[in-house]
């Protein structure tokens, strides 16, 4: 599951007039695992919201919600099916609205290929993380999904 190969890769963000990125380990993860998954945006089908999804694997799908929150996503199946994963911490940033506003992450993002060309990207640095590090939980916020708000596909690191 690319949602658990995630963790300890590292987030990296290139900010214009920095000639460092900042790259930090991804800490915490949700998987979100295509149309038969009722907490997917994906479940009823294709929307000008959430097309990213159905395009291919390694693109952003970033999405404005509550009014006032960017969630960042990386698509992570082929085209056509429609999985992604919420990207919901890294190491000194808890919580995926935190994430995004420490990072200046927004819609410039959505739909983009994760390349260092657009400033935003995932590097695998090997480390290799154990099985008994990974905490696997439910995920946050999906109560309305019925038996899917239950399964353990939240991942992070103990």
Avoid at 90 to 115: H, M
Avoid at 116 to 145: C, M, Q, S, T
Wanted: glycine letters at 8%.
């Amino acid at each position: 599951m690319v949602a658990r190969e995630l963790l300890g890769k590292f987030l990296c963000r290139q900010q214009f007039g920095n000639r460092v990125p900042k790259c930090l380990m991804i800490t915490e993860v949700e998987a979100y695992v295509g149309p038969q998954d009722k907490a997917s945006h994906a479940h009823r089908g294709k929307t000008a919201r959430n097309f990213p999804m159905f395009g291919e694997a390694g693109r952003w799908y970033v999405y404005f919600t509550y009014g006032m929150h960017w969630m960042l996503n990386i698509v992570a199946e082929p085209k056509d099916y429609p999985a992604a994963v919420l990207i919901r911490a890294v190491e000194g940033i808890s919580g995926p609205a935190r994430l995004t506003k420490k990072l200046k992450i927004d819609e410039r993002f959505n739909n983009k290929k994760a390349l260092p060309k657009i400033g935003l990207w995932i590097e695998n640095r090997g480390f290799k993380i154990k099985k008994h590090k990974i905490k696997r939980l439910p995920r946050v916020g999906v109560d309305y999904a019925g038996k899917w708000a239950k399964k353990p596909l939240r991942f992070l690191l103990k």
